[in-house]
């Protein structure tokens, strides 16, 4: 293992680091607490409340791209769709296919900075809660303008999910 490059004064090499079984099993317990932050009785009248697990998901796909295995995506939608009340497999479905779509955007890009992972988790994000919307909503209901606002507050959210998985990716080290 190469030895890791000193850019900054904080850096700590006696640090203890994340032992290898927790370190496996934090992605997928960040994703499913995402979640599981559904089921929080939040009285709002107009539902914003953005699919926080997708998020994640999508935070550790982009930032840590060997968190997950290739299939991971198929038993936390399963987990998000138990969770979340939408119809069973519209989460596996959609968010298996947006790691197929990461990895075809992976495949055309050399390189990605923090603006272009925004940009494509905020491609992905609307297009799944537009899908999501077609699955589980009737086509005539009016819910054009809450799930406008629903898209752009869950883009927004995007970041926050990424400095966090960023910090745990730190304390777990490199891999």
């Not at 290739?70 to 138990?82: E, I, S, V, Y």
Request: hydrophobic residues 60%; glycine residues 6%.
């Amino acid at each position: 293992m190469p030895p890791r490059l000193v850019d900054s004064v904080d850096y700590k090499p006696f640090e203890t680091k994340i032992p290898a079984g927790r370190s496996r099993a934090i992605p997928w317990l960040t994703v499913m607490a995402g979640s599981l932050i559904t089921i929080i009785p939040v009285v709002a009248t107009i539902p914003l409340l953005p699919p926080f697990g997708f998020v994640m998901l999508l935070a550790w796909r982009l930032l840590a791209r060997f968190a997950f295995k290739p299939w991971a995506a198929a038993p936390l939608g399963f987990f998000d769709d138990l969770v979340s009340g939408q119809p069973l497999g519209s989460a596996v479905l959609m968010w298996s296919l947006a790691f197929v779509a990461i990895d075809m955007i992976e495949q055309r890009l050399a390189f990605r900075d923090y603006w272009q992972d925004w940009l494509i988790a905020g491609g992905l994000i609307a297009a799944c809660i537009l899908v999501g919307r077609f699955i589980a909503v009737p086509v005539g209901a009016h819910v054009d303008t809450i799930l406008i606002a629903q898209i752009a507050v869950t883009i927004l959210m995007f970041p926050l999910a990424a400095r966090i998985v960023a910090a745990i990716q730190n304390k777990r080290g490199a891999e």
